[in-house]
């Protein structure tokens, strides 16, 4: 079973080729800077200290992949 923390990314997140973008305030965040904490333009709802969505996907494809192997064993 998944991290229930990660059903909810792609409600939170936009992705692209090149960067993510919170998917209310639009605010962007490159590949680069993944190991910064995303900061929302101000007023954001969102807005909150130690959100890395690079970081959560990762982790969030990692869980899949990890359950995906075991499937096949
Ligand atoms: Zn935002």
New binding site residues.
């Given amino acids: 079973m998944p991290d229930p923390r990660y059903l909810t990314w792609s409600d939170k997140w936009l992705i692209t080729h090149d960067m993510i973008n919170?998917s209310?305030?639009h605010?962007a965040q490159f590949m680069a800077h993944r190991s910064l904490a995303f900061s929302?333009?101000a007023g954001?709802s969102?807005?909150g200290v130690g959100q890395y969505p690079y970081l959560d996907l990762l982790a969030m494809l990692t869980a899949m992949q990890d359950e995906v192997a075991k499937q096949l064993q």
């Fill in positions: 919170c209310e305030c605010a929302h333009k954001c969102r807005a």
